[in-house]
């Protein structure tokens, strides 16, 4: 079955560290990845998707997050996070026409 | 913008009760989804429709219902509250194309079962 995995449940960085989070997903085929973030009390939304092309994709807000095919991998990076950036963080990839699976999340806490 | 509006932030029932929890999208999406969101389980798809009156089950549909009489409305039915269904609800539509344009969702209702 297909599968996403984040393999943090919990990051804490300070201001100005640098960030990445790790997704591996699944599937072999072909597959629209993404990232959504969850501000604190806000709904879920868009922070980037692949879909083909240059696998180094970019996002709002400073994000990016590079497709690594032969890793099954899609893992968000920012050079510089600031306190606004703590939110939840999750990874997902189509599983059908339909559907996307999800992974579990990453909580990330930005220290003032 | 889309707008996937959920008709209540919060809510607390009691154990027994029917519950309804209500979605509306104002583009025209032909697939709306629900799921629920829990700490360190990510979100879990219980029922999603693709059409007026279809629906299909997802991955934890026990417990509950949905309802689509109405392309821009999709109801999602505790017919008897339990506590382990306390949680975060989440509502989400897909542009005709499906999933791989990404989804938008409702801000979400927390469940409280008493």
């Known amino acids: 079955a297909q599968s996403v995995s984040q393999h943090n449940h919990h990051v804490i960085l300070s201001e100005a560290a640098s960030l990445e989070l790790g997704c591996n997903y699944s599937y072999g085929g072909t597959v629209n990845l993404f990232w959504y973030v969850q501000y604190p009390g806000q709904h879920l939304q868009l922070l980037l998707k692949y879909f083909s092309g240059d696998p180094l994709v970019k996002g709002i807000k400073g994000f990016e997050a590079e497709f690594i095919k032969s890793k099954f991998s899609f893992n968000l990076r920012k050079p510089s996070v600031q306190w606004s950036d703590t939110a939840e963080y999750f990874c997902a990839v189509t599983r059908s026409n339909y559907q996307l699976i999800w992974g579990a999340g990453t909580k990330l806490i930005i220290k003032p | 913008d889309v707008k996937v509006t959920q008709s209540s932030r919060y809510l607390v029932k009691r154990t027994g009760e029917k519950v309804f929890l209500e979605c509306v999208q104002d583009m025209d999406h032909e697939n709306m989804f629900w799921y629920r969101q829990d700490p360190g389980l990510g979100l879990r798809l219980i029922y999603f429709?693709?059409?007026?009156?279809?629906?299909e089950k997802g991955d934890i549909p026990e417990g509950y219902s949905v309802s689509r009489e109405k392309k821009e409305r999709f109801s999602l039915i505790l017919e008897s509250a339990s506590t382990n269904q306390t949680s975060m609800y989440l509502c989400?539509?897909?542009?005709?194309?499906?999933?791989?344009?990404?989804?938008?969702f409702g801000s979400g209702t927390r469940l409280t079962v008493v």
């Open positions: 429709s693709y059409d007026v009156k279809m629906k």
């Open positions: 989400a539509s897909t542009r005709p194309g499906g999933a791989g344009y990404g989804y938008t």
